[in-house]
Every structure is written in structure tokens, then in C-alpha cells.
């Protein structure tokens, strides 16, 4: 099935940035593979055609954003005491540190990913019917019941197995290449190896020299066209800023019982569900027109997206003394103006006025863009 590859916002890469980190592209000591020859356009239709629906792995992830060294703020979601500052500890975590994930994915919606922290595991289990996630070292379990008849309507979990925990290469590959436009030059680069299976490498190279972004590599498997690895280079660095790959994969459908999950005993288990149609329809709603709105400036990878004031704050969600609160503080630095969060691929500008301007460019551009 054709997918359409348009749309290009450089601003997908902020939350791709957020949740993995960097790592080489492993590649074989022999030769790079001999494979067919493939144009771009092939190989964007390759990707669109996989039919890779069951399979199972590793993903090493890992940041190298010219961040400060933070000390762990161990488990994310023991590290606050509400919820949103439970993702902000999220967040932090998986941008300053490295982590490992194994994967499972089975073809009657069914997934399941196992983020391995020291000591500890994070989990989150989905089928058509159950959402679990588990903390082991919190021994906290979340369980989501999905009624049958919202199945249908119901995001199918193994599209989007990782939640906020992690995301697989396919998942990063899906988010860059559904929207790629004329901003972007698209080549294809020499052949690799990524968990020792052969692969074709298709490059996306902005046109702009005003973005922080040198190139975006996937690396497509050569059998199932399923991207197994996702390498993002800053400009003017020959190191890659970020990538997320997978070490070791499997195509065999995984065992069944992966998918089931029982709390241990004395774990807390909340429990929720998804609110019936009849429930959501008479729950008030906030009307659009009274939302924040976005603004966007500049176009391709230089776009700039400037938030209104009171859309964030640098404590926002978490409670005084909370560990992510203190970690924020450190890698926010003060300029004229406000507060940067200056990485080697995105940086954010908090500005005194409580706006905040994100985009792939300088602090130097984002200054420039809230003083007009």
C-alpha cells in the first residue's frame, strides 16, 4: 500500500530526539553486502510495502546531545509524585541516558517491550483487549481494559508498542518518512549490516545549511524492507547525535505467553478503562478555539514553533523537590531573555514571558524569532 510521503515539519525530530539517543549503525568487518540496486523511490516503496508484522529483538538506545552528565534519576515513574511530572522524569531519563529494550510483536495486535534498567524493568504489555505496564522496581502495574466494542476504533498496539518507554526504528522511520517533502534530498548510500542482516541505507539530507540537522540515515532491511535502524547526524559533527538500532532481531513469531501478564504478589495495580462512547459524548470538553495555539515560522528543517505563554514552565507538573525538577534546572542555562536547552540537534528557548520556541536551529535563531 502506498503512504504519502509529504508533509516534511523538521519539528517530528523533537520528540524523536527526546526519546533515543545515539549509536553507531553496527556494520560487519567484511565487505558491505552486494544487494540489487534500488533508487530512492524504490526504496520509500519498499519501506511502504513491509510486510513485517510479527518479530522480536534488541534496541540498544543511547544520547550523545552534548548534554551535561546527569546523575539517574532511576525509575521515571517512582521519581514523581504526579503524573506529569512522572513524564517529564520520563523524558529526561531516556534524553541523558542509555538504555536497552527488548521487543516483541505478534500479528493479532499484540506487543510487548521490556525497557532493562539496572536492577530493574519497565514494561508495557498490549493486546486488542489489555494494556499493562509494569515498574519492577516501583512494583507498580497499570492495567487498561479495552471493551470490544471500542476495538475497532482502538489504536492498534502493535503500531505504536513502546508508548513513551522507547521506540523501535520502524516507529522513528514511520514518523520521518510520512512526511517528507521538497525540502529534503533523498539518496541512497552505500549498503551495511545492522544485527547481522544485510541492509540498504536511505539518506534524507536537508537543503537548508540554516538547520542544526547534517542527516537522517535508515537503514532498511533487504528481505522484509523494515527499517532496523535509525541514525541522526548533526551538522558539522562526524559523530552521530542520535540513533536507535536494533543488535539482534528475529522474525519468528514470538511465543503467545509473552503477551499475558499477571502483577506479582503485594504489587499495586490501578485500574483503568476506556470511557464508553455514550461517556465521552456527554463529558465537557475544552473548545478548540480556547486552546493555546502554535505559531510556526521559517519552512523545511529550519522551521521554528513558538508555543504561548502559560504552555509551559520549567516546573510545570512536577512537585517542589521532585528529582526531574532539579535535573531540568541543570541543563537549562540562562541567556538574555530567558532560559536554552541547547542540544547538538534541537534547541528550546524558554523566554521570560513564558513562550517557548523549539525548532532544529541555533539559540541565536530562536532569540531572533521572540524578539519579533
Known amino acids: 500500500m502506498k503512504k504519502s510521503w509529504t508533509r516534511w515539519i523538521p519539528a517530528v525530530i523533537v520528540p524523536a530526539v527526546v526519546i533515543a539517543g545515539a549509536l553507531i549503525i553496527p556494520t560487519a568487518a567484511d565487505a558491505s553486502p552486494r544487494l540489487p540496486e534500488k533508487t530512492p523511490q524504490q526504496l520509500l516503496e519498499f519501506v511502504a510495502a513491509s510486510t513485517a508484522t510479527e518479530f522480536s529483538g534488541t534496541i540498544e538506545q543511547s544520547s550523545n546531545l552534548g548534554l551535561p552528565q546527569l546523575p539517574s534519576i532511576g ?123 544485510p541492509v540498504y541505507q536511505l539518506v534524507l539530507s536537508p537543503k537548508s545549511g540554516t538547520t542544526l540537522v547534517g542527516a537522517v540515515v535508515l537503514a532498511v532491511d533487504s528481505e522484509t524492507g523494515m527499517p532496523l535502524a535509525v541514525t541522526i547526524s548533526a551538522a558539522g559533527q562526524s559523530d552521530p547525535a542520535f540513533s536507535v538500532a536494533f543488535s539482534s532481531i528475529d522474525f519468528a513469531a514470538p511465543d503467545a505467553s509473552l503477551f499475558t501478564f499477571t502483577p506479582p504478589t503485594g504489587a499495586t495495580v490501578t485500574e483503568k478503562s476506556v470511557p464508553a462512547p455514550s461517556d465521552r459524548a456527554q463529558a465537557p470538553t475544552t473548545k478548540a478555539s480556547d486552546a493555546p495555539k502554535p505559531t510556526i515560522s521559517g519552512t523545511g528543517w529550519s522551521t521554528i514553533v513558538a508555543l504561548p505563554a502559560g504552555s509551559f514552565t520549567a516546573n510545570a507538573g512536577a512537585a517542589p523537590g521532585d528529582s ?34 523549539v525548532g532544529a536551529v541555533s539559540t541565536d535563531q530562536l532569540l531572533a524569532a521572540a524578539a519579533q
Open 75 to 197: 525509575s521515571p515513574s517512582s521519581a514523581s509524585s504526579s503524573a506529569s511530572g512522572a513524564s517529564m522524569a520520563t523524558a529526561l531519563d531516556l534524553l541523558t541516558a542509555s538504555h536497552t529494550a527488548r521487543v516483541f510483536v505478534g500479528a493479532n495486535h499484540e506487543a510487548r517491550v521490556q525497557v532493562l534498567d539496572q536492577l530493574a524493568e519497565r514494561d508495557v504489555i498490549a493486546t486488542s483487549s489489555d494494556v499493562w505496564t509494569w515498574d519492577s522496581k516501583a512494583n507498580t502495574a497499570t492495567h487498561l481494559a479495552i471493551p470490544a466494542r471500542s476495538a475497532a476504533t482502538t489504536p492498534d498496539p502493535a503500531h505504536n508498542p513502546t508508548g513513551e518507554l522507547a521506540k523501535t526504528p520502524a516507529e522513528l522511520a514511520q514518523q520521518l518518512l510520512t512526511s517528507l517533502d521538497p525540502s529534503t534530498t533523498v539518496t541512497v548510500s552505500d549498503t551495511a549490516r545492522v544485527a547481522g542482516r
Open 324 to 357: 526531574s525538577s532539579k535535573l531540568l534546572d541543570q541543563l537549562l542555562t540562562p541567556v538574555a531573555g530567558g532560559k536554552v536547552l541547547q542540544t547538538s540537534l534541537v534547541s528550546v528557548l524558554i523566554a521570560d514571558d513564558g513562550r517557548v520556541f
